[in-house]
C-alpha cells in the first residue's frame, strides 16, 4: 500500500511539476509578447526566459508560436460542453450558452490585471486574431454534437452546426466591442430568438 501511495504521489508531483512549466513558458511569452510586441519576440527568447530549451517549449506548446498566447483550449471547450450539459433546472440551451460566454468575455478583466493589454496584442497582431478565432471555431463540432445529443437530432443536423458556429462568433465580435459581456448578451439574444423559433417542439429541451 505504502508502495501504492509512494507511486500514486510522484506522478501527482510530476504532473504539477509539467503544468508549473506549461505556466512558466506561457507567463513568459506573455510578457515579452506585451513588452516588445508578438513579432519583435522569437521562440528562443522564450525558451530562455522560462529557463527551458527549445525543443521543451515545442514538447508543450507543439501547435507553435501563436499558442503560446491562448492556453486553455481544451478546458474551453470542456467548459463550453458543460455549459450545456449541466444547465440549471429550467434553463434553456440558449440561456445557459448566453451566461456562459457572457461570462468568459468578462471574465478575463477580473482574472487578470494585464487582460485588457492582451486583448489589444491580439486585435493589433493579425496573426493571433486569426489563431484565436480558429481555434474557438474548432469546438464547433463538440457544440454541435452536444446541442444534437440534448434535442434529440442527429449528429450531422445543420441546425445545431449552425447555431453552433454562430454561437461561436459572437466571441469574435464581442473581443472588438469596449464591453465584450453586453455585446455576448446582444449577440446571443439575436441567436436565441431565431434557434426558439425554428427548432420543432419535440417533448425535449430547446
Same mark, same amino acid.
Given at each position: 500500500m505504502a508502495e501504492t501511495s509512494d507511486h500514486v504521489a510522484a506522478g501527482g508531483r510530476r504532473e504539477r511539476k509539467k503544468a508549473a512549466t506549461r505556466q512558466a513558458? !506561457?507567463?513568459? !511569452?506573455?510578457?515579452?509578447?506585451?513588452e516588445r510586441g508578438y513579432e519583435q519576440v522569437g521562440v528562443r527568447e522564450i525558451a530562455e526566459g522560462a529557463d527551458v530549451s527549445v525543443s521543451t517549449l515545442f514538447n508543450y506548446f507543439p501547435q507553435g508560436k501563436e499558442a503560446? =498566447? +491562448?492556453d486553455e483550449d481544451a478546458?474551453?471547450? !470542456?467548459?463550453? =460542453?458543460?455549459? =450545456?450539459?449541466?444547465?440549471? $433546472?429550467?434553463?434553456?440551451?440558449?440561456?445557459?450558452?448566453?451566461? %456562459?460566454?457572457?461570462?468568459?468575455?468578462?471574465?478575463?478583466?477580473?482574472?487578470? $490585471? /494585464? +487582460?485588457?493589454? +492582451?486583448?489589444?496584442?491580439? %486585435?493589433?497582431?493579425p496573426a493571433l486574431r486569426e489563431y484565436s478565432r480558429t481555434m474557438w471555431l474548432r469546438h464547433e463540432d463538440a457544440l454541435a454534437r452536444v446541442l444534437a445529443d440534448q434535442t434529440g437530432r442527429p449528429h450531422d443536423d445543420l441546425l445545431c452546426a449552425a447555431y453552433a458556429r454562430f454561437t461561436l462568433e459572437t466571441l469574435a465580435f464581442a473581443?472588438? /466591442?469596449?464591453? $465584450?459581456?453586453?455585446?455576448?448578451?446582444?449577440?446571443?439574444?439575436?441567436?436565441?430568438?431565431?434557434?426558439? !423559433?425554428?427548432?420543432?417542439? /419535440?417533448? =425535449?429541451?430547446?
Open positions: 513558458i !506561457a507567463d513568459t !511569452a506573455l510578457r515579452l509578447f506585451l503560446l =498566447v +491562448f478546458r474551453n471547450e !470542456a467548459a463550453l =460542453v458543460r455549459a =450545456v450539459t449541466d444547465r440549471p $433546472p429550467g434553463w434553456t440551451i440558449p440561456q445557459a450558452l448566453r451566461a %456562459h460566454l457572457a461570462g468568459f468575455a468578462d471574465s478575463g478583466r477580473t482574472r487578470d $490585471p /494585464r +487582460f485588457a493589454d +492582451f486583448q489589444r496584442l491580439v %486585435h493589433e497582431t473581443g472588438s /466591442r469596449p464591453d $465584450p459581456a453586453a455585446a455576448v448578451d446582444q449577440a446571443c439574444l439575436l441567436l436565441d430568438q431565431g434557434w426558439t !423559433a425554428t427548432l420543432p417542439v /419535440r417533448g =425535449v429541451p430547446r
